[in-house]
C-alpha cells in the first residue's frame, strides 16, 4: 500500500488535544464525538488508500489535458470523483439543510489531510469547492442558494475561485475584469483570469465559478472589486443545464507539480459577455472573496501536513527496505537497512516530528473553529475566533514551509533512487512547492500575521496564547519526569523568544514597517515552530498519562520521543530566530537597489 | 542575457581573500597572478554566457535521448562541447605536459562556477573527465597516461566514474563486478553498473570509463576493489581507434532534473567480457577513486554555488521587472517593483549571502589545495592540506545543502510563476536536489568530516582553524565599526558553539558512536555556516580598507552589507545547532523501529 492514513495519531490529537468530547456537546455537534470521528476516519482511511492514492504517481505521468477548450482529467479521476461524491465526502463539513454532513471541522480536517495525502491534485477540486460553498452560504442571496448549494455539496457540481489576472496576483487591488449591470439585474463579465485551479475539467456536469470583477463605475483599488457567480453551463428554472456560458479555457499551464490538477488561464466574454450574477452587493467582493480564502488557506496548509505525512511513509519504507552499510555502534556486524543509521533516523524523526507537530496545531485550530461558529456563549465563540484566526497564517504558512523541507528529506533519504522520478518521492518534493505559494504565499501570511493579528491588538492575542503556553510548561515541571523537563526548558526559552518577537512587531509596526516587514516571515516561522511545538508538549502529558493508566504504551512512547525529538532539534531553532528579528532588520533593507 | 558570470565577486575573493600573488609565487604558478586570473575569468565569462548558457533550458525540455544503446546528447550540446574543448577550457588546471594550461585551482575554480552556473548538466561532463585525468595522473602507469591523457585534457575524449551498482551505492563494499586476468596483462570486466553520469553520448570520439571492480579472488569488501580503465572504443598502439568494447549502455534514468546529463546505465562484459586496464596496484581501487572523488566532491560543491548564483540572478531580475503592492513604508504612492517590499529583500538578501559566503569559501579552499601542492616547503604544504581536507565536505555538503534553500527562494520570488515550468526558477530547484545526493551524500560528507576530519585528530585541525577565527574576530574588534563589531558578536558565538560541538564529538566518536553520528549533518551544517561566514567576515574587513582606500565603494559597501546580512541572519543559526547537537541526541535514535 503507497499510503496509510494515520487514524490513530489524527484521533489522539481529535480526542486529547481537540478535545473532540466538548465539541459534540456544541449545538449542532450532538452526534459528533468520538465514536463518530473513529468511523468517519476509517471510511475516509479506506476510500483514501484504495481509490485516491493509486491514482497519485498516474496524475504526475499523465496529467490533465486541454484540446479545443476541453480539459480532460486524468485517466481514472473522472471515475474516482463520482466515488468521492457518491460517498457524501464533498458534503462532510457543510450544512444538512444543503445535503451536508454538518460535520465538525474537527473531523473534516482529519479527513482533508487523508485525501490530499492519497492524491493532492485530485483533493484541490473538493477544496475549491469548499471555498465556493463557504462564499455563498455567507453572502449568496437565498435564490443563488438555492440554484448552486445542493449540487456543490453533492460534488454533482464543482467550484473555483477566480482572482488572479496577469497583473494581479498578490496585489488584488490591479484586478481588471469588468461586469456591466444588465437591465435583468444580471451582469456581462469581461476579461482574463489565470491560475485557475480545476478551472475547466470533465469531473462534474457544471462548474461554478465565483469570479472578481469591477462593476462599471467602481472606485479604483480593492474598494471597487465585486463577486460574481459565472456557471459553465446556465442553470434553467427547473435545476436543469442550459446553454454555454461565455467562459472558456484558452490553455492550461505545464507546471512543476500536481501535473494532474489543471491550472486553466479563464476567457470571460470574447462572444458578448459572460453572465454573471452578483454575490451579496457590490464592491464587498473581496469581504467574501476572504471568506474563501480564509477556508482555503486552512485547508492548504493541511495540504502541507498530508504531503509530508505521505513522504514521510514512503521515507520510512525505503529506509527499512534498502540494505547499505554496517551501523557506526557495531550493533549489526552486517550491511543493514538505513534506517539503523543515525543521520537516516534523524531525517526520519525530523520528518516525523514537522508532521505530528503540524497536524496537532491543525487538530486544534479547527476545533476552535468549531467552538467559535457553534459555542453558545459569544466571549467563548470571540476568544476562539481570535485563537483560530491567529492560527490560520501559522497553519497556511509553517506546515507549508516545513512540507519543503520534508519532501526535500524525502527524497534525500532515498540517495540517488530519490532523484529518479519512478520512486515518487520526487514528485511530493514537486508538488510541494506550490503550497508555500497558492492562497497566499508564506510572505502574504507573514503580513496577515503582523498586521491583523499582532499589530492591531498590540499583541494581545499572541501574548494571550503565550500565557497558555506558560501554563503547560508548569504542567510539564509538575510531571517532572526528563523528557517532560527537557521539552519545558527548549519550549520557555522558544517562548521567551516568541515575546520578544511580538513585542518588536507590536511595538514597531508603524514607526519602523520596514524593519517589522523584514522579520515577518521568520516571525511566522517562530510563531508557527513554538504553536506545534506546544503541542506536542500538550501531548507529550497526555501520553504520560496514558501510559500511567495503562494504554497503548508504544504508541504512547513513541509520542513522548517524538515530541522530545521536536523541542531538542526544531523548538531549539528560536532563539536564533529572534535575533534575526529583532537585531537584525537593518541588513535586511540596506543594500542599495543598483547593487542587487 | 540568462547569466552574468560575477567576475567581479570572483576576482575580489582571488585577490583579497585566497592571495593569488602569493600562490604565483609558487613554483609553476610564476604565471598565475591577477592579471592572468581577470584576463582567464572574463574570457569564460564569455564563453559560458554566450554559448552554454542558452542551451541550458533547451537541455530541460528536450534532454538527452537513448535508442538501441545510442544517447544522443540535446541539440546544441555537441557543438557547445566542441567550442568547450577547442578553448582549452578543459585542460585549464591540467599539468602542461599532456597539453593543459597549468593553472592554479584558485583560477579553474571560479571558471568551474561559470561552466555550471551557465548550463550544470552540460558542466557534469568536463567535470567527470577531470575525475578520470586527475586518477590517471596519480595513479596510472606512463602507458595508461600516454594512451589517454593527452586525448581527455584537450577534451577529444572525455571521462567517467564507475562505482555504482544497483545493491552499492553509499557502500561500495558491495561492488560485485568482477575483472578476470587474462595472459596478456589485461583484464576482462563483467558487471552492471548504474547511475553513470555522461555514460554514453556522441558528444566525444571515445569515452573512458574508470570502473570500480573486484579481481577473481579478490578479499571480500572495500580491501578487494580494483580500479580499471575500460574505453568505449579500444585504442591501437598509433593513437587511432579500434573495436568497440564490451561495455554497453542499456538504458538511461528519467529523472527530476539535469535532464541533458545523460545517467546510463551500463553492462559490463555481456559479449565475452569488457576489456579493462589495471590502474595502480590490485586492490587498491578504492583508494584511487578518492582522488577522483575528492576532486569531484569540491566540484559539487561548486555547482551548489554556481546553481545558487544562477537563480539569484534570475530573482534578482524578475523582482525589479515584477509590480505588485506597495511599499509599506509609504515610499512609493503606487504599486512598485517587487524588490521594494521588505520580505523580497529578505529573500534576496539570503539567496545573497549564501551565494557569496559559500563562494569565498570555496576560493579559499582553492588556495590552501594550490599550496599543499605547490609549495616549497613541506610544513606549508602539510597545513594547507589538512586546512583544505577539513574543508572539502564542508564546501560539497554546506554548498550544496544552502542550493536547496536558495533555488527554493528563487521560486517563491516569482511566485505563481515561480512554478510553471517556462519561467526557467523551477528548473534550478529540481535541477539542485542531486547536488545533495550524488560524489556521496551530505550525511558521507558529514561521516567524513567526523571520522575522519575531526575525531581522528582529536579535533585539532579544527581548533586550529577555530584559532584562525577568533584572530579575524579581533580584527573585526580593532576596526570597531558598527558593522565590523555586529559581525564579530555573531562570530564569536558561533564558533563557540562550533568548539563545543568539535569537543563532542572528538570527545565521543569512540564511546558513544550513536549521539556523535546523530549530530553529524548539523556539525556539518554548523561548520560550513560558521567558515562562510568568517570568509565573508574576512571580507568585510578588506572592503573597509578598500573604501578608505577610495576603491569601488558600491562595490565594497555591498559587501559589507552582504557580510552583515549572513552574520545577521545566517550565523544566527549556530547556537540552535550546537543545543541539538550536544543535547539532543538521544531524542534522534530514541524512537522503537517498529514504530516509524
Not at 488584488?172 to 483570469?193: C, H, I, N
Not at 492562497?439 to 498586521?451: F, H, K, M, R, S
Not at 520578544?500 to 515552530?529: E, I, R
Request: a negative charge; hydrophobic letters at 40%.
Amino acid at each position: 500500500m503507497s499510503y496509510v492514513a494515520p487514524v490513530k495519531d489524527m484521533l489522539f490529537n481529535i480526542e486529547h488535544l481537540a478535545n473532540i468530547e466538548q465539541i459534540a456537546q456544541l449545538p449542532g455537534f450532538e452526534d459528533a464525538g468520538l465514536d463518530t470521528a473513529q468511523a468517519v476516519l476509517e471510511e475516509s482511511a479506506k476510500f483514501t488508500e484504495g481509490v485516491l492514492a493509486p491514482l497519485n504517481w498516474e496524475g504526475d505521468k499523465n496529467p490533465s489535458s486541454w484540446k479545443d477548450g476541453v480539459v480532460t482529467a486524468t485517466p481514472g479521476f473522472k471515475e474516482a470523483f463520482k466515488q468521492f461524491t457518491d460517498g457524501g465526502w464533498q458534503g462532510l463539513q457543510h450544512p444538512t439543510d444543503f445535503g451536508g454532513q454538518g460535520l465538525p471541522k474537527t473531523i473534516g480536517a482529519a479527513c482533508g489531510e487523508m485525501v490530499n495525502s492519497a492524491n493532492m491534485s485530485f483533493a484541490l477540486c473538493p477544496l475549491l469547492s469548499d471555498g465556493a460553498i463557504e462564499a455563498l452560504l455567507t453572502a449568496g442571496s437565498d435564490e443563488l442558494k438555492a440554484t448552486y448549494l445542493e449540487n456543490l455539496v453533492s460534488g454533482k457540481w464543482t467550484g473555483t475561485m477566480n482572482l488572479t489576472e496577469p497583473q494581479a496576483g498578490s496585489d488584488l487591488a490591479m484586478v481588471r475584469s469588468r461586469a456591466e449591470p444588465q437591465t435583468d439585474g444580471t451582469y456581462k463579465v469581461f476579461g482574463t483570469k489565470i491560475f485557475i485551479t480545476w478551472g475547466e475539467h470533465d469531473m462534474a456536469e457544471n462548474i461554478v465559478h465565483l469570479v472578481l470583477a469591477r462593476v462599471t463605475g467602481a472606485p479604483e483599488g480593492v474598494k471597487g472589486i465585486s463577486l460574481f457567480v459565472c456557471p459553465k453551463f446556465m442553470v434553467n428554472k427547473d435545476g436543469s443545464l442550459g446553454a454555454r456560458n461565455d467562459v472558456h479555457c484558452v490553455s492550461i499551464e505545464h507546471k512543476m507539480g500536481i501535473k494532474a490538477s489543471p491550472t486553466a488561464v479563464l476567457q470571460y466574454g470574447d462572444h458578448g459577455g459572460a453572465v454573471g450574477y452578483l454575490v451579496g452587493q457590490e464592491n464587498r467582493g473581496l469581504e467574501y472573496m476572504f471568506i474563501m480564502m480564509n477556508a482555503a488557506r486552512y485547508g492548504v496548509g493541511v495540504q502541507g501536513i498530508a504531503i509530508a505525512e505521505r513522504a514521510y511513509q514512503k521515507a520510512v519504507q525505503f529506509s527499512k527496505d534498502r540494505v547499505q552499510s554496517r551501523p557506526v555502534d557495531g550493533s549489526i556486524a552486517a550491511s543493514a537497512p538505513i534506517i539503523h543509521h543515525p543521520d537516516v533516523k534523524r531525517m526520519l524523526m525530523t520528518m516525523r516530528a514537522y508532521t505530528e507537530g503540524c497536524r496537532a496545531l491543525a487538530s486544534v485550530g479547527a476545533s476552535a473553529y468549531d467552538a467559535a461558529h457553534h459555542h453558545p456563549d459569544a466571549d467563548t465563540r470571540k476568544q476562539n475566533q481570535a485563537f483560530y484566526e491567529y492560527m490560520v497564517p501559522l497553519i497556511k504558512g509553517y506546515s507549508t514551509e516545513m512540507s519543503l523541507e520534508v519532501t526535500s528529506l524525502g527524497v534525500q533519504v532515498h540517495g540517488g533512487m530519490g532523484f529518479i522520478e519512478e520512486t515518487g518521492a520526487a514528485q511530493y518534493y514537486r508538488d510541494a512547492k506550490i503550497l508555500t505559494i497558492y492562497e497566499g504565499t508564506t510572505a502574504i501570511q507573514a503580513n496577515d500575521l503582523v498586521g491583523r493579528k499582532t499589530a492591531r491588538d498590540g499583541g494581545q492575542t499572541a501574548k494571550g496564547i503565550a500565557a497558555q503556553i506558560e501554563t503547560t510548561e508548569a504542567e510539564l515541571a509538575a510531571s517532572g519526569s526528563a523528557h517532560a523537563l527537557a521539552v519545558a526548558k527548549r519550549l520557555k526559552a522558544a517562548r521567551l523568544a516568541f515575546i520578544d518577537v511580538v513585542d518588536f512587531v507590536a511595538g514597531n509596526t508603524k514607526a519602523s514597517p520596514n524593519a517589522v516587514f523584514a522579520g515577518s516571515v521568520p516571525y511566522l516561522m517562530l510563531a508557527g515552530n513554538l504553536m506545534a511545538g506546544w503541542q506536542l508538549a500538550r501531548a507529550l502529558l497526555v501520553a504520560e498519562k496514558q501510559i500511567a493508566a495503562g494504554n497503548d504504551a508504544p504508541f504512547m512512547q513513541a509520542k513522548i520521543t517524538t515530541a522530545r525529538f521536536y523541542a531538542d532539534h526544531l523548538l531549539s531553532k528560536a532563539g536564533g530566530l529572534r535575533d534575526s528579528i529583532v537585531e537584525g532588520a537593518e541588513s535586511v533593507t540596506a543594500l542599495a537597489l543598483e547593487a542587487f
